[in-house]
């Protein structure tokens, strides 16, 4: 056998292991958000379960790898070359594309995505082999194509996106019409009653969709529930409710816990057993054509790669336990240390929050116009309602009042009864499709589920509809990207290696494996970014002076970040060097998108403080503005200098770029003196560094005056005196920015007052 198809299979092995890691990095929201979101169990708990969940469902998924062998293309029109091929071209194109999404932070469908590269490679092939044979035209190509599983896929995201949407809002308005926000104090047989129609809709889940290949459902038992499905779901409904009554009222259990368990286990073994074959169907078709090829008692006649036709694939397979085994144990250990999968769940749930959050999509024209129908159609809704219809509904819908104790982040996104709705409603949607034959997406299904009931408990406030609207749009647009961009570069990838043969797939491979270190060093990069000590911290405290204790590192830190960003910008311009210049724009953009979140939080702040401390609120307020004002002065520095250098301006004279050292090293020593100040905590360190304010001022005032004089006798250049007068002038205001807040900590400061702080016991109140 040609050592080239021997070298394919292992590469196929490799490739199917990474893809397991991406695709479980993307689809491991489908089961985690909801249980995440709300923070009914610990982490550590929710992974263990998950990764039973998962474990479980790999084994019940042998059945389920015949759609990547014959579901989407006629495996007895292609030779085993061309099968090789098609299997290679889709494993390489679906771990660039899952991996793209993963960086994004996007949850996208790993169902479509396979279907579309089987489809997008088979059909490229398909009309390579039209072409060569006159005897065939393009009416041909639905001899080779299974046209209708494209066109249901394509269905079923349209079907997936409103149905979900749709029917999780209608169910969690009801849920919290009947519970409240408070639904802790309502009589037990509330929870009881609900946790049975929640706890019943899960089972029958996982007995319809989450393990129905497993061996030990044969067809005579899911024959058996599918014929007597109504009395199995009552006897499950009574027995669950019941169960639930003893447990809440002998063992004192929240049950609301109990299901979201239950339902992030059930999610987990449908996401395992049936998009198993997402990453490692392919492969294993792949690994079933080579043994038959090689097989004689299969080819018989010894025929070439090139002329042995695969009817064998066509025929009922089941994967070897130990490949499920191999593929299970992988797809546990990147649940547990995927940093890719924590940032696709973030997306899900910082869109179905609660409160509010940093939004990470910006509004657009649809998002916007959305909404305002929205709005209107509510209004003409509640119009027709009677008052005092009006008032109970609002009176269910009110929040109740917590601690200014708790830290916001601390608060989960949402509360248990919406997460348990989550897991629910996306059990029976899953579960009726798969009894009805439709093909309705696992991804789409979560996600829009969450979106629905997000809607539904007026997550979306004034203050964030145009926003989460948005994301959502964002998501649904990556979706039909995935079927675009899989299809037409699983296509390329076929071509390539259809006439590149054994050259072109070392390339594809070693540019695979290129794209995906670069992507992990960028994302470990971004992370450590986020985690770094120069990131600014939100201030908890209750008091002046915890506040002053407390946001002396922030200072600290900006006057260490904005230090650097000056002299990046003198030694860019020094030098002309456009690559600083850009690198530098960009950290003095992430300092002042710091610096707004933290002005966000002055709301959450302001309701922390103590009654006789309020007037820590103007302190923290002076705070910010002074480092507001610092920011837009560096901000102008870093922006002017790389648009002098962008455009290919004359550079600054050597007299000018002297200046400019001068007042760059003076800027060095304040700014080491105070950051010293601040981060040890010495705030009467602070009265030197203000004794050296006049001299500072007089310095600046010295070049100004300088740079006047050289315009009026030799200066012969606009744009460079420009540049310079913009610098010297917004450096100016960066001192005097500086000087106002440290003359703002070193008047507040008082050693004889103890800071106030937020404590644990307090926490725990």
């Known amino acids: 056998m040609d050592s080239l198809y021997t070298f394919m299979i292992i590469a196929l092995a490799v490739l199917a292991i990474a893809d397991l890691v991406v695709g479980v990095s993307n689809d491991a929201v489908n089961f985690l958000n909801s249980a995440i979101g709300s923070k009914a169990v610990s982490f550590k708990t929710l992974m263990i379960v998950a990764s039973i969940g998962v474990a479980f469902g790999a084994l019940s998924s042998s059945g389920m790898m015949e759609i990547a062998r014959k579901g989407i293309f006629v495996p007895g029109q292609f030779v085993f070359d061309e099968i090789m091929i098609i299997f290679m071209a889709v494993m390489i194109t679906d771990i660039l594309l899952l991996d793209f999404f993963n960086t994004l932070g996007l949850p996208t469908s790993t169902t479509v995505s396979i279907v579309f590269e089987l489809l997008g490679a088979s059909v490229c092939v398909a009309i390579i082999k039209i072409t060569a044979d006159k005897s065939l035209t393009l009416l041909d190509l639905g001899n080779f194509i299974n046209n209708e599983k494209a066109i249901e896929i394509i269905l079923g995201i349209?079907?997936?996106?409103?149905?979900a949407f749709s029917v999780g809002a209608v169910i969690q308005y009801v849920a919290r019409i009947l519970l409240s926000f408070n639904f802790a104090k309502k009589p037990k047989y509330y929870g009881a009653i609900f946790s049975g129609f929640a706890v019943t809709s899960i089972m029958y889940f996982i007995l319809i969709k989450g393990i129905k290949n497993a061996s030990f459902m044969n067809d005579t038992i899911v024959s058996l529930i599918n014929n007597n499905t109504g009395a199995v779901l009552f006897i499950g409904f009574v027995l669950f409710t019941l169960i639930s009554l003893l447990l809440i009222q002998f063992f004192k259990v929240n049950i609301y816990k109990i299901i979201i368990v239950i339902g992030t286990f059930a999610l987990a073994v449908a996401f395992a057993g049936n998009d198993l074959v997402n990453f490692i169907g392919p492969t294993t078709g792949a690994y079933q054509a080579y043994l038959d090829f090689g097989n004689p008692e299969i080819n018989t006649l010894g025929l070439s790669a090139t002329e042995f036709t695969m009817e064998s694939l066509g025929k009922k397979i089941f994967t070897p336990t130990y490949i499920l085994l191999i593929a299970g144990l992988v797809m546990v250990l990147t649940l547990w240390f995927s940093s890719k999968a924590k940032a696709v769940v973030k997306t899900s749930v910082d869109l179905s929050r609660q409160d509010n959050v940093k939004e990470r999509f910006e509004p657009n024209f649809l998002s916007r116009n959305i909404v305002r129908m929205t709005i209107a159609a509510s209004e003409s809704v509640n119009s027709l309602l009677p008052e005092s219809a009006k008032n109970k509904i609002e009176k269910q819908f009110k929040k109740p009042a917590l601690s200014a104790a708790i830290k916001k982040e601390d608060l989960p996104a949402f509360d248990m009864v919406r997460a348990a709705v989550n897991l629910m409603v996306a059990s029976v949607l899953i579960s009726m499709a798969t009894s009805l034959k439709l093909p309705l997406s696992t991804t789409y299904v979560t996600f829009m589920v969450a979106m629905g009931t997000s809607l539904a408990d007026r997550a979306w406030g004034s203050e964030s509809a145009v926003y989460r609207v948005a994301g959502v749009l964002n998501v649904i647009g990556g979706w039909f990207l995935t079927a675009l961009s899989a299809f037409v570069a699983a296509a390329i990838m076929a071509v390539i290696l259809y006439y590149g043969r054994g050259y072109a797939l070392v390339a594809l491979i070693a540019f695979a494996v290129f794209v995906l270190i670069r992507n992990y060093l960028s994302h470990r990069k971004q992370s450590k970014i986020q985690k770094a000590e120069d990131s600014l911290q939100k201030a908890e405290s209750s008091s002046i002076q915890g506040v002053i204790v407390e946001s002396a590192s922030n200072i600290a830190t900006v006057i260490k970040r904005g230090n650097r960003i000056y002299t990046n910008a003198v030694n860019g311009l020094a030098t002309h060097n456009l690559k600083s210049l850009k690198k530098n724009k960009s950290q003095v953009e992430n300092l002042t998108?710091?610096?707004?979140?933290?002005?966000?939080?002055?709301?959450?702040?302001?309701?922390?403080?103590?009654?006789?401390?309020?007037?820590?609120?103007?302190?923290?307020?002076?705070?910010?503005r002074h480092l507001q004002d610092m920011a837009q002065s560096l901000t102008y520095i870093s922006n002017a200098s790389y648009k002098h250098v962008n455009n290919n301006h004359k550079k600054l004279k050597f007299s000018q770029i002297k200046e400019l050292k001068e007042i760059d090293e003076v800027f060095e020593k304040l700014f080491a003196n105070t950051k010293e100040a601040f981060s040890s905590g010495s705030f009467n360190k602070i009265g030197a560094v203000l004794a050296k304010k006049d001299k500072m001022f007089n310095l600046l005032t010295d070049k100004i005056q300088k740079q006047v004089e050289r315009t009026r006798t030799e200066e012969s250049s606009p744009k460079n005196t420009t540049l310079y007068f913009g610098i010297l002038l917004e450096t100016k205001d960066l001192l005097t920015a500086t000087m106002s807040l440290l003359e703002e900590y070193y008047n507040a400061h008082d050693d004889s007052v103890a800071p106030a702080k937020i404590t644990k016991k307090d926490e725990e109140e």
């Open 593 to 624: 998108n710091e610096i707004d979140e933290l002005k966000d939080h002055i709301f959450y702040f302001i309701k922390n403080l103590d009654e006789p401390s309020v007037s820590a609120s103007n302190f923290y307020l002076n705070v910010l």
């Open 158 to 163: 349209l079907l997936s996106v409103v149905v």
